[in-house]
């Protein structure tokens, strides 16, 4: 398994942006926690683990909190301080430079991408082919303390991570196979109903990592779904029969 490499978009704001001032100290749930434990999994920074950056960590849970509870809305200011500032700046350029490094660009070979969440975690699998024959990368990472109605956001989180993860080493998604109808939809019409969809619509645009093409597929064809789910037993191959589709040109 590869190194996993940052999900953060190169506007920054696109994390930043909410409206609501808090007002009063938020109380723990499963979407803040869960949220903070899987920026662990999609953010790769050589020797330097995110656990280390306090300040990212708290805005982010700052941001999560209001999403749960209603309060946060897309394009609106929010106040970041200096401090948060400068971490996310030091961890983006940091994260940049490794997948460098370990993915140089291939802009030709475009790239399967099957995602999956589980209450266990996430699973990610990339697959492109070459003269040299069929590649295949895998990923999987626990989040902790995730609730049945998290699902939806952990699959829009997953496929943000996985089209991301492609981006980064230089290759296009062709088709971005998903067994979430919701998660399939919001991307195929370039929003959410919700303000955290909306939130990773605009990081997956921002990344510029939007797929050609979606794949709704049965869950029992779902090749990531033992990832998601803590085995790294990995199907060679989708024997179900799927329909890809062109998604709008982007976040609307």
Request: some cysteine; aromatic content about 10%.
């Amino acid at each position: 398994m590869g190194p996993i490499v940052t999900l953060m978009p190169k506007n920054r704001s696109s994390l930043l942006n909410s409206r609501a001032t808090l007002k009063r100290r938020p109380t723990p749930h499963s979407v803040v926690s869960w949220f903070g434990s899987c920026l662990f999994a999609v953010v790769y920074v050589a020797a330097r683990p995110l656990c280390h950056h306090r300040t990212i960590l708290n805005l982010i849970r700052r941001i999560a909190s209001h999403i749960q509870r209603g309060t946060a809305t897309w394009f609106s200011s929010w106040p970041v301080t200096p401090s948060e500032s400068a971490a996310i700046d030091s961890l983006t350029e940091t994260s940049a430079d490794a997948s460098k490094h370990y993915y140089p660009p291939s802009p030709s070979a475009g790239m399967e991408v099957w995602t999956d969440a589980s209450l266990w975690g996430l699973g990610c699998i990339l697959e492109w082919r070459s003269k040299q024959g069929i590649h295949t990368d895998t990923a999987a990472y626990p989040c902790l303390n995730m609730k049945a109605e998290d699902i939806y956001v952990a699959e829009m989180l997953a496929g943000l991570w996985g089209m991301t993860w492609a981006a980064s080493r230089g290759h296009p998604t062709d088709i971005w196979f998903t067994d979430n109808a919701a998660a399939a939809m919001s991307v195929s019409k370039g929003h959410s109903t919700t303000a955290f969809g909306d939130e990773i619509l605009c990081n997956l645009w921002n990344a510029g990592a939007w797929p050609r093409s979606i794949a709704l597929v049965p869950s029992a064809c779902q090749r990531a779904d033992a990832l998601s789910r803590g085995s790294f037993t990995v199907p060679t191959q989708c024997k179900c029969t799927h329909v890809a589709w062109a998604p709008r040109a982007g976040y609307t």
